[in-house]
Nanobody, 122 residues
């Protein structure tokens, strides 16, 4: 079970850190990704991290601004979001899968959190 948190209202160029807390002893064996869905748009890939944190991948739209990390001792994955833009406004979801690749499509993820809303004002 995954629980996403940390969303909120922030001004453009501000920062937020999202957390994805997991229950279960096998969390450290799963790759975890973040997706987002803006109003009227399809859900899109944001970032993913491998089970041990050794590999990370980002969507071009967030590269250089967002950083994904994990602390397996705390069963938590983080998404640090800096230099936020109004177009980053969306509901953000975390999801887990047993292998890292392929990571881009949400259809490959087995477990999903409930989502947390991020609103960036201009």
């Amino acid at each position: 079970q995954l629980q996403a948190s940390g969303g909120g209202l922030v001004q453009a160029r501000g920062s937020l850190r999202l957390s994805c807390a997991a229950s279960g002893r096998t969390f450290s064996s799963y790759a975890v990704g973040w997706f987002r869905q803006a109003p009227g748009k399809e859900r899109e890939f944001v970032a993913v991290i491998s089970y041990n944190g050794g590999s990370t991948y980002y969507a071009d739209s967030v590269k250089g601004r967002f950083t994904i990390s994990r602390d397996n001792a705390k069963n938590t994955v983080y998404l640090q979001m800096n230099s936020l833009k109004p177009e980053d406004t969306a509901v953000y979801y975390c999801a887990a899968k047993s292998s890292l690749h392929p990571y881009y499509s949400d259809s490959h993820y087995h477990y999903w959190g409930q989502g947390t809303l991020v609103t960036v004002s201009s």
